[in-house]
């Protein structure tokens, strides 16, 4: 085994060479690649898990030029925080970074640390990120390990085990660690990732063709590149229904808040309720939370797809005749400006404009 281990080692090790030469010509020009400094790489990692690299570009911008540096997140009220990351989701990736901007003001002098198992310990920061600041920002010689990165080495390797499990991660990054090369670690780390993202595509379209390491590659040479990474089959994301409603009242409209864990925590809402409620259930809650319903009406349904969760909305329209106690009310221009709001909600609060003109 280890024998077998030692060749696969010895093979890949061939790539990297060509692979560096590819991405010295072909790498993309992104915003935190002109600069990339420790803080600048640690924000767009951040930002760019589960996210994709164009859908990142704009918020990367305009987050480093409202927040320029470590103390100035720390430092930031939640609320503007939360509305730089309006629309990326997975809010907690925002907290944490806070929470870790506050921990290097604390222990690291402001700075992020400059050592993998330090980066290691701050919230946010998996194995992958620390990896990928470790070698990016400060050269050290550790692999970070993506899904783009195991796919192309399992590709490479020809290796049919599937990539969701530890052992095979483990075994992969133990790989990429001996054939690192000293003096380019984080450009070998992003040239990977970089085949991963343009050429070695999932789902049957890797771009064999234009590939730097084509030659070198046992899946190609076994032409089992649509077979390639085997992957445990995902369990079914859990369905919710849901009840939003869009309640409006002398040109406002209310708002919650979401509680403090779990889901989208601490972020404002539409107000709702997880089922599907009938007109007249409908209106028996409106009652309860205090709302004097003046007119009703269905808005289209519409649904909203999480990780693991997605959920089925029947939307209401709803005129109340005052401002209720218990929810919050602000005009429409005060929820674009200050305030975050998942875009879970937004086929309704994109509405909200439409709704008050018409409100009567
Ligand atoms: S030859 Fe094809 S499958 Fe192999 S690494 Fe290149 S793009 Fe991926």
């Not at 790498?27 to 640690?42: D, S």
């Not at 809010?91 to 992020?112: P, V």
């Not at 030659?215 to 229904?241: F, M, N, S, W, Y």
């Not at 708002?255 to 989208?264: D, E, F, V």
């Amino acid at each position: 085994m280890l024998n077998e281990i030692n060749k696969t080692e010895q093979h890949l090790a061939l790539i990297v060479q060509p692979l560096l030469a590819w991405y010295d010509a072909n790498a993309r020009i992104l915003p935190w690649r002109e600069q990339p400094t420790p803080y600048h790489v640690w924000i767009s990692e951040i930002m760019l898990q589960q996210t994709r690299v164009e859908a990142v570009k704009p918020y990367f911008d305009r987050f480093i030029r409202t927040l320029p540096d470590i103390a100035a997140l720390a430092h930031a009220p939640v609320e503007q925080l939360l509305k730089l990351w309006e629309g990326l989701g997975y809010y907690s990736r925002a907290r944490n970074l806070q929470k870790a901007a506050g921990l290097m003001l604390d222990k690291y002098g402001g700075e992020l640390p400059r050592s993998y198992e330090e980066l290691r310990t701050l919230p946010g920061i998996g194995p992958y990120t620390a990896g990928a600041i470790a070698s990016i920002a400060y050269g050290i010689p550790v692999p970070a390990v993506d899904g783009n990165v195991l796919r192309v080495v399992a590709r490479l390797t020809a290796c049919s085990e599937d990539i969701g499990k530890e052992s095979v991660k483990k075994q992969m990054a133990g790989m990429l660690k001996q054939i690192l090369p000293d003096d380019r670690t984080g450009d070998f780390n992003q040239a990977l990732m970089e085949l991963g993202a343009m050429i070695c595509l999932p789902r049957g379209v890797a771009k064999c063709a234009s590939c730097p390491v084509a030659g070198l590659c046992r899946a190609r040479e076994l032409d089992i590149v649509t077979t390639l990474p085997v992957k445990a089959a995902q369990k079914a994301r859990r369905q919710e229904q849901k009840t939003v409603f869009v309640i409006l009242a002398q040109g406002r409209v209310a708002l919650k808040q979401r509680p403090a864990k779990g889901l989208l925590a601490g972020l404002w809402e539409l107000p709702n309720e997880n089922s599907c409620l009938t007109t007249a259930k409908a209106q028996e809650l409106l009652a309860l939370w205090g709302v004097r319903v003046d007119a009703i009406h269905k808005l289209p349904a519409a649904k909203h797809v999480f990780t693991h969760l997605e959920w089925q909305m029947t939307g209401y329209a709803v005129y109340a005749a005052n401002c209720t106690a218990g929810l919050i009310w602000l005009k429409p221009e005060q929820l674009t400006e200050n305030l975050a709001l998942p875009t879970a909600f937004k086929p309704y609060t994109e509405q909200i404009g439409v709704l008050l003109a018409t409100q009567h």
